[in-house]
C-alpha cells in the first residue's frame, strides 16, 4: 500500500512538473521575440496611384506586412475596425497620413507607426526629386513645400483607464480561470456520487448562477470600482463575463467528470498554457507569427471572450458575433458532454433502482455478484 502511495505521489509531481515546463517553453516561445509577419497594411488611394507604392512598402517590409490596396476610406477603416487589417497609409505629398486602431493592440501600433513613418519618409523624398526634375515651373515650385511627418488618426484609442491595453484581457481570464476553478471544486465535492439527472441539472443550474455573480461584481470591479472602463461599458463587460465563464465551466466540468485528474490536467493545458498565448490580449496575435496561435485563437475561449469584449468596447460591436458563437458553443457542447457523463457513469446499482433492466439481465448480475463472492471467499 506504502509503495503504491509513493508511486502515485511521485507521478502526480512529475505531471505538476510537466505542465510547469510545458507553460515556460509555451510562453517564451509566444513572447520572447514579438514580430509583425504578413500583417494586414491597408495602402489607400487610386489603386493606379498607389498601386506601385503598396508593392515597395510591402516588398521593404521583408515579409512583415501584407499589403493591399483600398480606394474608399471608409470601406479601409471598416476593416481596421474588424482587424482584417491593422493600419491605413495614405501617401500625400509634402504630408500623408496614417491611421489606425490602438485597441487592436498597442504593441502592433507601436512597431507599425514607425515603420510607416519611415517608409514616408522615403516616399516623401523620391516625389520631391521627381517634382524638383519636372519641366513645369509649377512642380518644381512644389518641390520646395516643407515636408511633415505624417498625420496620425487613431479611430478607437484606449480607455483612459487602461491605457496599458492589458485590463480587458485580464477580464476575460478572469472569468475562464474562475469557470475551471468552479468546475475542478466541484467535481472534488461530488466526490464519489454517482451521476444522475438531478445531479447534473443542480451542478449545471450552480455554475450558471456563479456565472451571473461573478459576472456582476466583475463588471464592477472593471467599471465603478478601479475606473479601468467608463460606466457605460458595464452591461457588455458583465454579459460577456457570464458567457465566459458559463463556456468554461461547463466544459471543464465535463472534461474532469468524464477523465479525472488527466482531465484536470487538459482543462489546465487548453485554457491557461495555450489559451493565454492565443488570446491575442497579453501580447497581440499578430505578432506571434503565422503558426499554433493564429490557428487556436477563434477556438479558446479566453480569446473568444478578449475579442468579444474588445469589439463591444472600442468598435461598437462590429463583427462581435463570431466570438460569441465560440462562447455559446462551449456553453452547448459542456452541457451535453455532463448529460452524456451521467448516462455513462450510471451503475448496475442505479439501473436496478429505475426498474431499466429485465429478469434476464438481473439474473447475470446475480450471477457474476455470486461468482465475485466465490472467489474472493476462495482467496482468503
Not at 504578413?38 to 508593392?55: E, R, T, W, Y
Not at 455573480?213 to 472593471?222: K, M, W
Amino acid at each position: 500500500m506504502k509503495k503504491r502511495i509513493v508511486i502515485i505521489s511521485a507521478l502526480t509531481l512529475l505531471g505538476a512538473i510537466t505542465l510547469q515546463l510545458l507553460l515556460l517553453m509555451v510562453y517564451l516561445l509566444a513572447f520572447h521575440a514579438p514580430k509583425a509577419d504578413k500583417l494586414p497594411i491597408i495602402v489607400q488611394g487610386n489603386p493606379d496611384a498607389v498601386g506601385s507604392i503598396a508593392q515597395t512598402l510591402e516588398k521593404n517590409s521583408g515579409g512583415a506586412y501584407a499589403v493591399s490596396v483600398e480606394s474608399d476610406n471608409d470601406v479601409a477603416q471598416d476593416k481596421l475596425r474588424r482587424q482584417e487589417a491593422f493600419a491605413i497609409y495614405t501617401p500625400a505629398f509634402p504630408r500623408s497620413s496614417i491611421t489606425v486602431a490602438t485597441a487592436s493592440g498597442r504593441a502592433v501600433r507601436s512597431q507599425v507607426e514607425p515603420s510607416l513613418a519611415k517608409f514616408d519618409e522615403s516616399y516623401q523624398k523620391k516625389v520631391r526629386v521627381e517634382l524638383a526634375g519636372s519641366s513645369d515651373y509649377r512642380l518644381v515650385a512644389q518641390a520646395n513645400a516643407y515636408i511633415e511627418a505624417p498625420s496620425v488618426q487613431d479611430i478607437a484609442p484606449l480607455s483612459e483607464g487602461d491605457q496599458g491595453g492589458i485590463g480587458l484581457f485580464y477580464v476575460a481570464f478572469s472569468a475562464v480561470f474562475g469557470g475551471y476553478l468552479a468546475a475542478v471544486a466541484l467535481n472534488l465535492v461530488r466526490s464519489k456520487m454517482e451521476f444522475r439527472s438531478q445531479l447534473t441539472l443542480l451542478r449545471s443550474l450552480g455554475l450558471a448562477l456563479s456565472a451571473v455573480l461573478t459576472s456582476l461584481t466583475t463588471a464592477g470591479i472593471a467599471t465603478y470600482l478601479t475606473g479601468a472602463f467608463a460606466p457605460d461599458h458595464f452591461w457588455p463587460i458583465a454579459g460577456i463575463t457570464a458567457l465566459t465563464y458559463l463556456g468554461v465551466s461547463l466544459f471543464a466540468s465535463a472534461l474532469v467528470s468524464l477523465m479525472g485528474i488527466f482531465g484536470t490536467a487538459l482543462v489546465i493545458v487548453l485554457f491557461v498554457i495555450l489559451g493565454t498565448p492565443a488570446s491575442g490580449g497579453v501580447m497581440p496575435i499578430e505578432l506571434t507569427g503565422q503558426g499554433l496561435w493564429r490557428s487556436l485563437a477563434p477556438l479558446l475561449p479566453t480569446g473568444a471572450g478578449f475579442s468579444a469584449m474588445r469589439q463591444a468596447i472600442y468598435f461598437g460591436g462590429v463583427d462581435i458575433m463570431r466570438h460569441l458563437w465560440v462562447l455559446i458553443c462551449y456553453v452547448v457542447v459542456g452541457f451535453g458532454a455532463l448529460l452524456l457523463a451521467r448516462r455513462s457513469h450510471r451503475s448496475s446499482a442505479d439501473l436496478l433502482e429505475d426498474g431499466e433492466l429485465d429478469d434476464a439481465d438481473r439474473a447475470r448480475l446475480a450471477r457474476v455478484k455470486q461468482w465475485i463472492m466465490h472467489s474472493l471467499g476462495r482467496h482468503k
